[in-house]
């Protein structure tokens, strides 16, 4: 079945740019996403690129697909202590043109150091 | 922007009991739901997903019998937890569809924290 794989630790310094990446198994997904979840919370949604896209950047934002190689990041510039959070990928589960359910890595946990 | 409304946040309950977790969309209407478990420190595992006006689909290992969903409505659907005993301790999240066709489509609640005594 498919599969989405990420580091699960990531550690930078207030100011610096972090990149967290992910790869994934379905080569058919046509949208992945990145989502952002904080202790106790609820995930919010950073971003998401359209698989036909190779960027997309959005303030701080800068999403990189590689659809060859199944290779998908996410660069903050300029981090922040706020951006401390664990970080997912997610890979959409079509089926025949219908939208499915969204497959998740297990997360990213990027600390900040001031 | 899109709102999915997801309580209670915590709840404590005593083995044995139900636990009803109620998702709602605010602003927009849920054609479909679906409901996850996350244990700590791991990804989200994919528990069900509900369409409007029809029977809810489980993913494999997880117990229809037991998580009763409900989605009668296309802003409301129901996670019940029936006879629940510790390890169904875990954190809820539901995540409301927005439509067909739209990539950026996915709304997720804030979350239920599940404790079972």
């Known amino acids: 079945g498919e599969d989405v794989e990420q580091s699960l630790f990531l550690s930078v310094r207030e100011g610096d740019s972090s990149v967290i990446n992910c790869t994934y198994t379905?080569?058919?997904?046509?949208?992945l996403y990145w989502y952002k979840q904080e202790p106790g919370a609820g995930l919010q949604l950073l971003t998401y690129i359209f698989s036909n896209m190779d960027m997309k950047q959005d303030q701080r934002l800068t999403v990189l697909l590689n659809k060859k190689d199944k290779h998908l990041s996410l660069r903050i510039a300029d981090t922040q202590t706020g951006d401390s959070a664990i970080y997912f990928c997610?890979?959409?589960?079509?089926?025949?043109?219908?939208?499915?359910?969204?497959?998740f890595g297990k997360g990213t946990k990027l600390s900040v150091k001031p | 922007g899109a709102v999915v409304s997801q309580h209670p946040s915590r709840v404590i309950c005593k083995s044995g009991t139900s636990v009803k977790i109620e998702c709602r969309s605010l602003d927009f209407q849920a054609t479909t739901m679906f409901w996850y478990r996350q244990f700590p420190k791991q990804s989200l595992m994919l528990m069900a997903t509900?369409?409007?006006?029809?029977?809810?689909?489980?993913e494999q290992g997880v117990e229809k019998d037991k998580f009763l969903i409900n989605h009668a409505s296309l802003t409301l659907s129901t996670l019940t937890v029936t006879s629940a005993h510790p390890e169904d301790s875990s954190f809820y999240i539901c995540s409301a569809l927005q439509g067909a066709g739209s990539g950026y489509g996915y709304t997720f609640g804030s979350g239920t924290r599940l404790t079972v005594v």
């Open positions: 379905d080569s058919s997904s046509t949208y």
């Open positions: 509900s369409n409007e006006g029809s029977k809810a689909t489980y």
């Open positions: 997610a890979e959409r589960e079509d089926y025949g043109g219908s939208q499915g359910n969204l497959i």
